[in-house]
């Protein structure tokens, strides 16, 4: 697939998907969610990729839905709305679900369905210059589609409070409820995020994609006799994996692993 509205580079163990739209403030339509899409399941298929980083170019990272796509979807019936609503489902899920590890690089402000692209990562690091708003209720509309990742990602109080009243937040406020994991300065994000990066690279492959599974497969359960036999299966087939024998072997050894090279 031939990107328009965004790239996607890969260099070494890192894939990057940048959105590429400064003009628009990266707002994304069914292009961009097509596009976006396509990328994470390329980047989460691609056997050297170890960790993906979405980014943004210009001074927004994404303002949500581009003003064109939003005067097109006026027109439609109930029927369409829920194709074109499902595929932006499709694709938050796709991030969320990606089997490599992802980052959200926000080096500026995040709204509506952007809130979206956040939270479906796995870590978030932000500027702290970003402005954080849910802004569906001042127009009429609700965070349906992104509602899951967003809810997950800064709990239900304080989805209590930023979903009913579009109120506009810091990147100091979207830290304190846990919407994003670190602020920075401007001038330290890709630091921030290398340092996320260098801890991602240097953990089994195996292992990352397995915990992404562990806490799909916890948050939220119920902790009963099903949930605890889950578990026990999770830790003895991942000890009894390949990367599982090598990594205790290498810690006992006190050896590099062999995905590190030597």
């Not at 070494?12 to 628009?24: E, G, V, Y």
């Not at 089997?99 to 978030?124: E, F, H, N, S, W």
């Not at 109080?157 to 602020?183: D, K, N």
Request: charged residues 25%.
């Amino acid at each position: 697939m031939t990107f328009t509205k965004l790239k996607l580079e890969t260099h070494d163990t890192i894939a990057r998907i940048w959105l590429d739209q400064p003009d628009a403030r990266n707002a994304f339509d069914d292009v961009v969610i097509a596009e976006l899409t396509q990328a994470f399941t390329d980047a989460g298929a691609a056997p050297q990729v170890k960790a993906i980083v979405l980014g943004a170019n210009g001074p927004a990272f994404c303002a949500g839905a581009n003003l064109n796509w939003m005067r097109r979807m006026a027109d439609y019936t109930r029927d369409e709305n829920i194709a074109d609503a499902g595929k932006l489902a499709a694709m938050l899920r796709t991030i969320a679900e990606c089997p490599k590890p992802t980052i959200a690089r926000v080096q500026g402000d995040v709204y509506a369905g952007g809130m979206g692209l956040v939270a479906a990562c796995d870590m978030a690091v932000s500027v702290d210059t970003a402005w954080y708003c849910l802004s569906e209720v001042k127009i009429g509309l609700v965070p349906a589609t992104i509602s899951p990742y967003v809810l997950r990602a800064m709990g239900t109080r304080a989805s209590q409070r930023y979903f009913l009243t579009a109120e506009r937040f810091t990147a100091a406020e979207a830290h304190r409820i846990g919407f994003v994991h670190e602020v920075v300065a401007a001038d330290a994000l890709d630091a921030k995020v290398d340092e996320l990066l260098k801890a991602l690279t240097s953990a089994s492959p195996a292992a990352v994609r397995a915990c992404k599974q562990l806490i799909a497969d916890v948050d939220g359960r119920e902790i009963d006799d099903a949930l605890i036999a889950k578990t026990v299966e999770g830790i003895a087939d991942i000890r009894a994996s390949d990367e599982g024998r090598e990594g205790v072997q290498a810690f006992l050894q006190k050896r590099k692993p062999s995905w590190l090279g030597h």
